[in-house]
């Protein structure tokens, strides 16, 4: 075997590899931007049935398994920042994916090259 080819072998072997852990790492981004998006509807549905309630109705706090007494302003106000964080972290994470995908593509015309090159 010549040097040329074990150096092609080795090369088409760097790029499989970083193939798949780059798709193993967009289906973890993807699962996460699927968890943030429902946390976040979630966060915005709460905070709406809540500012459709009297000022004076009693609202509580989960804390573990207990329930504790909660001012609606500052419910609303904790349900306000958890919207505002998950919005920030949908957008790393798509920024995140946006980056992976592109190297899964580079990686992949890469395969193809070398596939294509070899006789």
């Given at each position: 075997?010549?040097?040329?080819?074990?150096a092609?072998r080795?090369?088409?072997?760097?790029?499989q590899n970083?193939l798949?852990?780059n798709?193993?790492q967009?289906?973890?981004?993807?699962?996460?931007?699927?968890?943030?998006?429902r946390e976040?509807?979630l966060?915005e549905l709460?905070?709406?049935?809540?500012?459709?309630?009297?000022?004076?109705?009693?609202?509580?706090k989960?804390?573990?398994?207990?329930?504790?007494?909660a001012?609606?302003?500052?419910?609303?106000?904790?349900?306000s920042?958890?919207?505002?964080k998950?919005?920030?972290?949908l957008t790393t994470?798509?920024?995140?994916?946006?980056?992976?995908e592109r190297?899964i593509?580079?990686s992949?015309?890469?395969?193809?090259?070398?596939?294509?090159?070899?006789?």
């Amino acid at each position: 075997m010549s040097l040329p080819d074990e150096a092609l072998r080795k090369v088409l072997f760097e790029l499989q590899n970083r193939l798949i852990e780059n798709t193993r790492q967009l289906n973890t981004v993807k699962s996460q931007i699927q968890l943030k998006g429902r946390e976040k509807r979630l966060a915005e549905l709460t905070k709406r049935e809540l500012t459709s309630l009297d000022k004076d109705t009693r609202t509580y706090k989960s804390v573990g398994k207990a329930f504790i007494r909660a001012d609606i302003r500052d419910l609303t106000n904790e349900l306000s920042n958890r919207v505002s964080k998950t919005e920030t972290d949908l957008t790393t994470l798509d920024k995140s994916r946006k980056y992976l995908e592109r190297n899964i593509d580079e990686s992949s015309n890469g395969l193809r090259e070398i596939v294509g090159a070899r006789p």
